[in-house]
């Protein structure tokens, strides 16, 4: 059995400098300013991300790319998100989780626009690797902020807010597509959105405390705003939380392969297998990410009520339901709500950015939550191995290796450390 890992930690006087400030002691306001300005870079970060996913056909058909070097795009972004989530993630428990959000969203704006320039597969071999490294970055620097804002018993619901974001902003990508064929617009219209984070990341001192000099809301300060170990990650696999780190990559790592396996390639199943026209593709898929925004809150919910293991059995529900999406003939109503179902599922995981900040010293939020991509190495693997068996037995039945893959997830995830006990 295991039990809640305590970490007795010193915590700074505010006698000792007049520059630190206590979280606790901050307005609400100022602190739901902060989180509406981190999640505005959210959806940026969410829509960016998912242009691999939901424009890969388009993508694939502009530069006449094989279905392997359409698949190979989420590789290449992946390979820069864990390197991104590596080094950023240190680099944001170093010099500060506000300064290294500045730069991400810099870095991931620049990216995503350089899509507009890319002419062939070679380039965008670079552009994705280049964007892939700074979005690695932002789903542990956000961790770090509002896990030092926000009070532990409402994490669960701040990370559905987060997640919830980023699947509107994949939603909004959905419809927005589908609206812009409609209209005669060209696909590539929708690349404009690096603008956003590159012109507000100069605003972030404005809105994000300086996490530096930050007594966290739950009281439990390390004695240290910063990481002081040359390699934060070190602590990671320091003797008793070893183990439990190589589990938690793994785990991460199954979610990410199943993911990519059956949302990786829903656009082109719905587009080459259903027939669906390209103005309805992105409606269908929107719907999906519409569920999983609301999904995002009520898993966060539950996981502040009765713990963070709790959501794994979201992944459970969402591997039960792939098999129907793919095989059972239903109208595009029908498949709007079984995606949308989906999507509520397969939000559980959104508690896992408070759930990984937890189970190390605060010191190493950042670090830590860098961990939810590092799975994306497994993940890598994805469209490696499932566009050459779709090619050989059909997409669908190759889709349905998602649903393995999430129950694997679910039962490393049960077996883990919780973090959080209520009472009911």
């Given at each position: ?205 404005l809105f994000i405390p300086d996490d530096r000099r930050l007594i966290p809301m739950d009281g439990i300060a390390d004695g ?96 039960g339901i792939i098999p129907v999406y793919l095989f059972v003939p239903m109208d595009t109503t029908l498949l709007e709500i ?87």
């Amino acid at each position: 059995m295991h039990d809640l890992r305590m970490v007795t930690v010193s915590t700074p006087t505010k006698t000792a400098s007049a520059n630190w400030i206590d979280a606790a002691k901050l307005t609400r306001g100022r602190r739901f300013r902060a989180l509406a300005f981190l999640l505005i870079a959210y959806f940026c970060y969410a829509w960016s991300w998912n242009t691999v996913d939901i424009l890969r056909p388009y993508i694939k058909e502009s530069l006449n790319l094989t279905l392997t070097q359409s698949g190979s795009l989420y590789s290449l972004q992946s390979a820069g998100a864990v390197v991104g989530a590596v080094i950023m993630g240190q680099v944001a428990d170093k010099i500060g989780r506000r300064n290294a959000l500045s730069i991400s969203m810099i870095g991931y704006g620049a990216g995503i626009l350089a899509a507009l320039l890319v002419h062939d597969y070679t380039q965008l071999i670079f552009q994705r690797a280049f964007l892939g490294f700074f979005m690695g970055s932002m789903f542990p620097i956000a961790v770090g902020i509002y896990s030092g804002l926000f009070a532990r018993d409402v994490r669960g619901v701040i990370a559905g807010f987060v997640l919830g974001t980023y699947n509107v902003a994949v939603a909004a990508l959905g419809f927005l597509s589908a609206a812009a064929f409609r209209n005669g617009y060209d696909w590539t219209v929708l690349l404009w959105i690096g603008v956003v984070p590159i012109s507000l990341s100069l605003f972030a001192p404005l809105f994000i405390p300086d996490d530096r000099r930050l007594i966290p809301m739950d009281g439990i300060a390390d004695g240290q705003a910063v990481a002081k170990a040359k390699l934060p990650i070190t602590e990671l696999f320091a003797p008793g939380v070893a183990r439990q780190t190589i589990l938690l990559a793994t785990m991460t790592g199954l979610n990410f392969f199943a993911y990519q396996a059956f949302t990786g390639w829903a656009t082109t199943y719905l587009k080459t297998v259903r027939a669906i026209p390209d103005t309805v593709v992105g409606d269908v898929l929107g719907w999906q990410f519409v569920g999983a925004a609301i999904g995002g809150l009520a898993w966060g919910w539950v996981s502040d009520r009765l713990g963070r293991r709790a959501a794994a059995w979201g992944f459970i529900f969402a591997a039960g339901i792939i098999p129907v999406y793919l095989f059972v003939p239903m109208d595009t109503t029908l498949l709007e709500i079984t995606g949308f179902t989906y999507g509520v599922m397969l939000s559980c995981s959104a508690i896992w950015g408070p759930w990984l900040s937890e189970l190390y010293p605060p010191h190493l939020r950042s670090t830590a939550a860098s961990i939810f991509n590092w799975g994306r190495v497994i993940s890598m693997t994805a469209p490696l191995i499932t566009a050459p068996l779709a090619e050989a037995f059909g997409l669908a039945p190759v889709m349905c290796l998602a649903s393995v893959s999430f129950v694997a997830a679910a039962a490393i995830w049960l077996s883990l450390p919780e973090t959080l006990r209520r009472a009911v």
